[in-house]
């Protein structure tokens, strides 16, 4: 730089001074342009320029770098309020007083509550003892960091806006935001967890009540089989000792007919096992054929009054004048009716059984009715499960397998029908057997 001249040189570097502000404001790629001929402003003068192009490359990488994480926060941002709006379980923040901060669209759901959610306190959503203890929880935490539930899960009742209360699973942490200590509540609804609990309790105490039935239809079984059996060996021994000794006895024919009746009882007995094992492997067949009613009544009526009366009871048919045709399986039916009657007959001293067919509407109604030791409420509930009887005694008193009537209930539905009972202790059983009628022909039973 001349030192005799420096008018040139001052007006050079006031030059370069204002486009250098100009262009520190402005932030745009520039070069500077001296008047000046002189070597050493030219030289000052890239210098400068030099030095101007790197700032400006390094604020453009500055405004790129900034674009970037500008777009890199909205992304987590849109990311975090995504899962916050479709989070699953409900999140509530709460501050150092239990005042709800935030809490997210799975939280209000669950405790139906509004926007009216943020600024209550937290209690006002707790079932009481918990309710009344939480603000000294809260304190005693604050003061102490005692925890019991910050940090360890455990399900807990919430009371909804409503006042209902319904179970969930709480987890709680802690976190600092500027200093400030807030809590965070995940609760997750187990309300239809515990649904799944409680029916998988009841499955298990059915299967165990099952177990325990077909255990004690196991033990009733072997007595009633061997009941006949012994009577069949017993008459049979006698009768070979009769006819050993070449003289047989007056009453051989008794005996004969005891064999008879007692092969008879274990024949039905061994039935009722296949014909509910075939029913629940799904091996029945329905064989429908025009009956009619008043005429397969009194069939019925007449095998099974020999067994009414033997008890010292009275046995009633009731027809009405006109019945229609009905499309079904005689023999099913008549299964049915025989083990109505035969339970009836079985449970009534010196009574009436009472065999009654009408029609109902679209349907002929069977009813079997006695006036007998009838049924307890309990009794009811379970009458028609298989193995079981209506009271736990009643195997011993008046013995049975427990089939009867569970086979009778699964008959009647393969027939497209149901079975209604009504009872009270001491007042008799009432049996109805309600079949649909065919889509046939209609005529009179009589």
Known sequence: MTAGNPDPLRQALHEISNQLCLAVDGRVDFTIRAQAADPDIEQLVLLINFLLDSVARLLDREQANARDLDQRVAERSALLKATWDTLLDGLIVIDAHGTILEANPAARQLLAADDSLIGRNIKAFMPEPYAREHDDYLLRYLQTGEKRIIGVGREVEVRRR???????RLAVSEICVHEQRRFVGLLRDIREQRA????????????????????????????ELRTPLNAIIGYSELILEELDDGVPAENSRSDLQAIRDAGRHLLGLINDVLDMSRIEAGQTRVHREPIHPAELARAVGAVARPLVEGNGNRFALELDTQLPILATDSSKLRQCLLNLIGNAAKFTQDGVVTLRVQRVDDAVLWTVSDTGIGISPEGLNRIFDAFVQAEDDIDRRFGGTGLGLALTRQLIELLGGRIEVESRLGAGSTFHLFLPLSSTEEGEGQ
């Open 196 to 223: 799944q609990e409680r029916a998988l309790e009841e499955r298990r105490q059915a299967a165990e009540a099952a177990s325990l039935a077909k255990s004690r239809f196991l033990a009733s079984m072997s007595h």
């Open 162 to 168: 409503d006042g209902t209360q319904i179970p969930v």
